[in-house]
């Protein structure tokens, strides 16, 4: 037999099949150690043959199989296939996706376990041996049991039975599933009529897409887990995608009540050891449903049933290395290949995503209302610029002053949101006008006040604070702009007796990161929660019951064509956040535009207005949906090359430009808005197609284009354009 093997090297000079001779032992989807060049290779099987066009003489032996079974199914394999074909990039890259890293790199410790299993029946035991007669009749009851129990209750008598040959030691590997505490099963809840219906609407549509478009509080997760029960029980799969940040502990414990170690939950919190294990579960059938952020899309179910991908407008669903895909495009594939149903939840669904529901691509449920009628909080718009006026310094209006010593009296909690973290934006010399910039970045330092030091947020590079400004020596700095840490400290002067959280990039790090934050503000050790928009995502603070936006400008004035939309998306979710129990909820949104339309749909839960005024802007001016941007990056750290690389690329570009003009809306070759990070220099050609017929074109220039330190790469409609 023989098999096509893709070896687990990323060069293009290798992506390809090459055929080694096997036994029958060998299956596709096996990972296969092959001799390669001089010496060995991992490679991934990809289909199995009778005959090669090789002479069979000349034809190497696959040397072992890595695993005992097919690491890739049938359906990965054939995904990969597509993907390798739609970004143009080395099969090898994307089969990995499909793989724990640490199954890959080999590192990943496994725990053993001895278990004792009856062998023989019949053998006479005298009849003094009270504990080795009371072992066996132990074991017929429960035909097996873990090796260090029986030791515990019947002490020597394991050890004389295995001896005699009664029982058998087998050491069995044990599979690790996190989070094990909530064991307590949860029964079903009782849905809502509109919860019921919207399982129902879900369940007969001949659509495979469902856009689940439900206020903050509405009972989406309530729908999701109701359908993913239902396939359960009918002995299929499910996959549930979250924002990595919405895996808190509520939500986890939530699964496990009421899935039980059914659900295998993929996070980067985990140990190598324990992301492996989880994956196992899924591969072997034993967990049924992948629950994790955006590359558990890849998880190695079978027979699946449903695919839900909540927060759908989440930007954690792009991935920003490459193969650069959007989890639904995935996620739709793989839901066609299954002939399974995909469903999309979001109180503020993406233009694009909400545009091709309104179309009858997908089908649209609405949930206007949150559970049980509890209001939405009523949002108070905020003109910072008369607060200004009034002499008002503080990063706090009257109106959200007042309304959090209210809220503290009452014993109530509060979140304050706020864009940025560090203490300051800026820190700039009030003499000589220097600004603090990064030396491997070209972005100004953000001043961190705890560690009295500045940090760049873009390569995480720390500089010592100057003592004087290193330009004119002068010693009068300003702090231009309000970080998370400011917040803090103007709010420990104001609250003194307050306990307050901060939540950003700088106190989520290690590996309960900001699990840990979360539990401890759910648990109310703490009464006021500061952070960036970590807090706005899906949390469900029941004594939440005020919500201060401080500055919502910061994304509004972003240079990106989706900065309305996100605003509208960041206001809604942290706005929902408020009021989520019985006590109603309030907003106060703070602003230096406060007639700006987007904060004013915002403030009204006006979704539809927003997206008509949005979507009308777009068809306009021709952005997405109604045409694609493309961006061709080039990046390295040589800039002499990086700039040989952008004129080769941006040639040939331009070749196909004249050829499809009538594809292209724009053309335009450029510095990257930021000219380098990480002493990565940026270019950048900027293209939007109103057709996307050149698009496989322009992966294949880019795939072409190989350079020693320069990385050239395609994004379609980025997430972000800096
Ligand atoms: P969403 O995901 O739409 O923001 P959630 O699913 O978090 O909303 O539900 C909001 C709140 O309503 C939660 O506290 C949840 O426990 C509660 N809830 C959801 N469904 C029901 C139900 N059928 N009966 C009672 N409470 C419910
Ligand atoms: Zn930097």
Redesign the pocket.
């Known amino acids: 037999m023989i098999a096509e093997v893709i070896v687990d090297i990323v060069h293009s000079d290798v992506d390809k099949i090459f055929d080694y001779a096997c036994d029958e032992t060998v299956c596709a989807g096996m990972r296969v150690v092959v001799p390669f060049g001089r010496g060995t290779a991992t490679g991934f099987v990809m289909r199995i043959k009778q005959t090669s066009d090789f002479p069979a003489e000349k034809l190497k032996k696959i040397i072992r199989a890595e695993e005992r079974f097919p690491a890739l199914t049938e359906e990965c394999l054939s995904l990969a296939r597509r993907l390798a074909a739609r970004y143009l990039c080395p099969q090898a890259l994307v089969l990995r996706l499909f793989l724990p890293a640490e199954m890959r790199t080999g590192k990943v410790g496994e725990v053993y376990r001895t278990t004792a299993v009856l062998a023989k029946d019949d053998v006479p035991l005298p009849a003094n041996a009270t504990a080795q007669r009371a072992l066996v009749s132990f074991l017929r009851d429960n035909a097996e049991a873990d090796a260090a129990l029986l030791r515990e209750k019947f002490g020597g008598a394991l050890k004389a039975l295995a001896d005699k040959g009664v029982v058998r030691l087998e050491k069995r590997r044990v599979l690790r599933a996190p989070y094990r505490e909530a064991e307590t099963l949860a029964p079903e809840?009782?849905?809502?009529r509109a919860?019921e219906e919207a399982v129902e609407r879900i369940r007969s549509t001949d659509k495979t897409v469902t856009l689940v478009h439900?206020?903050?509080?509405?009972?989406?997760?309530?729908?999701y887990l109701a359908l993913i029960a239902e396939q359960l029980r009918m002995g299929r799969t499910a996959i549930f995608l979250v924002p990595e940040i919405s895996l808190t502990p509520q939500m986890l414990a939530q699964l496990r009540a009421r899935f039980g170690t059914s659900a295998a939950i993929l996070h980067s919190g985990l140990s190598a050891g324990e992301r492996y294990d989880e994956w196992r579960r899924l591969r072997e059938g034993e967990a049924k449903i992948a629950v994790g952020a955006r590359s558990a899309v890849f998880a190695p179910v079978e027979h699946l049933g449903i695919i839900v991908i909540?927060e759908e407008h989440d930007g954690s669903y792009r991935s920003e290395s490459s193969p650069r895909y959007h989890t639904f495009d995935i996620a739709l594939l793989r839901a066609e290949y299954h002939r399974c149903k995909l469903v999309l939840?979001s109180?503020t669904p993406s233009i694009e995503t909400y545009r091709r529901a309104e179309a009858g691509e997908f089908q649209l449920l609405s949930?206007p209302e949150?559970?049980?009628r509890r209001p939405m909080p009523a949002v108070e718009i905020v003109d910072m610029r008369q607060e200004v006026r009034r002499g008002n310094p503080s990063p706090f209006s009257a109106v959200l002053r007042e309304k959090l010593a209210r809220c503290l009296e009452k014993g109530n909690q509060a979140i304050l949101f706020l864009n940025r973290r560090g203490y300051s934006q800026t820190v700039i010399c009030r003499d000589c006008g220097y600004v603090a910039k990064c030396e491997h970045c070209d972005v100004s330092l953000t001043y961190h006040s705890e560690d009295d030091c500045l940090k760049c947020h873009y390569c995480g590079a720390r500089y010592r604070m100057p003592p004087a400004c290193p330009v004119c020596g002068g010693i009068h700095i300003n702090y231009v702009g309000m970080g998370t840490q400011r917040v803090v400290g103007e709010l420990k002067k104001l609250y003194p007796a307050a306990r307050i959280l901060r939540m950003d990039n700088d106190t989520t790090n290690g590996k309960e990161g900001h699990l840990r934050i979360l539990k401890s503000f759910s648990a109310r050790e703490a009464d006021l929660l500061v952070g960036t928009q970590m807090v706005a995502k899906?949390h469900?603070f029941?004594f939440v019951t005020l919500v201060g936006i401080l500055d919502a400008d910061m994304s509004l004035h972003f240079p990106d064509y989706r900065s309305g939309e996100r605003t509208f998306q960041l206001v809604t979710q942290v706005a929902?956040r408020s009021g989520?129990?019985e006590e109603t909820g309030e907003v106060v949104l703070q602003t230096y535009d406060p007639e700006n339309y987007i904060l004013r749909f915002a403030a009204k839960y006006d979704y539809e207005g927003f997206y008509r005024h949005e979507i009308a802007m777009r068809e306009a001016t021709a952005f997405p949906p109604f045409a694609k941007i493309v961006r061709v990056m080039v990046t390295g750290t040589d800039d002499k090359e990086a700039l040989a690389a952008l004129r080769e690329v941006y040639e040939k570009l331009k070749a196909l430009y004249a050829e499809e003009s009538e594809c292209f809306l724009f053309f335009n070759r450029m510095h990257a808005p930021i000219r380098r990070i990480q002493d990565k220099y940026r270019y950048q050609v900027l293209m939007r197609l109103t057709d996307e017929k050149p698009l496989a074109r322009i992966y294949g220039i880019c795939a072409e284009a190989e350079f020693r330190h320069t990385l050239v790469y395609v994004e379609e409609n980025p997430a972000n354009l800096s």
Do not use: C, H, Y
Not at 189 to 192: F, I
Not at 214 to 223: A, F, H, L, M, Q
């Open positions: 809840r009782e849905l809502t919860q439900g206020v903050t509080g509405s009972g989406k997760t309530e729908i909540d939840g109180a949930l949150r559970i049980n899906g469900d029941p929902g989520r129990a």
